[in-house]
């Protein structure tokens, strides 16, 4: 960071006791300390959920891009929040700076991997298009650049009010948006078209839940990404609003590993119950589907979600 303000170099306990002796300073000081404390331990409750059904995903499908980049992004957090975060509260724990830079980094890594999630799906769905797939790395690339625009804009502070918070200015948030938003929009418009082609040509009643989930999906994860962005641009909670950078962070990869482990969980009990139906000769015989059902049963079996 270009910017230091020696507080910033403090962690919670001694921030506290760097009242000067004052109590109601060090009174006014507790209340955004503990505030924002319980809103960790909520924050790593969600984040610890969501990585211990990721792990069972990346058991069960081990080969599935989709599991992976839930594990990453739900690991990374309960890293971030159970590692730096919490212990900012405890003796000898990391700074507020190093706080806010686990934040971004965190984010960072998170963001590459819903977007990969998000290609692989497109990449499927549209039978391995090469031009997608070098036109989405082309996309998911200039997330890093994030953390350099950090290093120059962000400023790692306390408040009484909400305790240690990121200070920046509003064109932050907007340079996140800029480079969040295009990979999200051209991966999800790739996979629903797909999804509503398929379902104009079959109308089958799993195309119908799955264009359903899959929509209601985006749009949960878009209102819940420009909703954080607006109000941080706008700085509409004040010191608070760079907080609901970590919030968009848990409700979208709370959307993202719930979607994925529900339909995981749905394909493989159908696969199972499908199995179990077969006498022995039609195990052992290899299934090929016809060449124009291809685009169906890649998107069926890429488990659409959404970043």
């Not at 060090?26 to 211990?52: C, D, K, P």
């Not at 408040?159 to 969040?180: E, N, Q, T, V």
């Not at 409700?251 to 979607?259: A, H, K, Q, R």
Request: charged fraction near 15%; glycine fraction near 4%; aromatic fraction near 12%.
């Amino acid at each position: 960071m270009i910017k230091h303000d020696p507080q910033g170099a403090l962690n919670a306990i001694e921030y506290l006791l760097d009242a000067n002796g004052s109590l109601e300073e060090y009174q006014r000081r507790s209340v955004g300390v503990h505030m924002q404390l319980l809103s960790i331990m909520a924050l790593l409750f969600m984040f610890m959920f969501n990585a211990y059904r990721s792990i069972q995903m990346t058991f069960k499908r081990s080969h599935k891009v989709s599991s992976w980049c839930c594990l990453v992004s739900t690991m990374t957090g309960v890293a971030y929040v159970g590692g730096a975060a919490l212990n900012h509260h405890m003796p000898y724990g990391p700074s507020c700076r190093t706080v806010v830079w686990a934040a971004i980094i965190g984010m960072t890594i998170a963001t590459m991997a819903m977007n990969t999630l998000l290609l692989e799906r497109a990449y499927l769905a549209h039978q391995r298009n090469r031009f997608l797939l070098v036109f989405g790395i082309f996309l998911i690339l200039p997330a890093p650049t994030l953390i350099y625009r950090a290093w120059i804009e962000v400023e790692a502070k306390f408040s009484p009010a909400s305790g240690c918070y990121a200070k920046y200015p509003a064109s932050f948030p907007s340079f996140r948006l800029l480079i969040d938003l295009p990979p999200n929009v051209v991966f999800t418009c790739a996979f629903v078209m797909v999804i509503y082609q398929q379902y104009r040509r079959y109308g089958d009643r799993c195309w119908k839940r799955l264009a359903r989930n899959g929509i209601v999906t985006m749009m949960l994860v878009v209102v819940s990404n420009l909703t954080c962005m607006l109000c941080n641009v706008f700085n509409a909670f004040g010191e608070v609003s760079d907080v609901l950078f970590i919030v968009d962070w848990a409700i979208t990869s709370t959307l993202v590993v719930e979607n994925t482990y529900r339909m995981t969980s749905s394909r493989l009990h159908t696969s199972t119950l499908d199995e179990k139906s077969k006498t022995p000769h039609q195990r052992n015989q290899h299934r090929r589907l016809p060449s124009n059902d291809f685009r169906t049963q890649a998107v069926y079996d890429t488990q659409y979600t959404l970043r």
